[in-house]
């Protein structure tokens, strides 16, 4: 079995660009910055990163790479702006 191991960077399946239907949104009608869900972590990229977490990042900061006909994108561990996280309360 095959994974991917990014180095020095993050690798995420982006989340934007489509609707839940699938209906897929031109790239100038989307808002920026861009989010997605991390998918693998290279080892010392972020201590508060894990893989599954649902992040936000700077636009134009991603490499699009096709792995086993899935498309990912490599994104710099510096270019992650927040996660989401759950709360109890405001």
Not at 11 to 30: F, L, N, V
Not at 40 to 45: L, P, R
Not at 60 to 89: C, H, M, R, W
């Amino acid at each position: 079995m095959k994974k991917i191991q990014p180095i020095n960077q993050l690798c995420i399946k982006d989340s934007e660009g489509k609707t839940p239907g699938g209906i897929i949104i031109a790239e100038t009608a989307r808002e920026k910055p861009r989010e997605g869900e991390v998918v693998a972590i290279s080892a010392g990229a972020s201590e508060q990163i894990s893989v599954g977490d649902r992040i936000i990042y700077k636009d134009f900061s991603e490499t699009q790479i096709n792995f086993e006909g899935e498309d990912y994108l490599l994104v710099p561990a510096g270019d992650i702006l927040t996660k989401y996280v759950e709360v109890d309360s405001i």
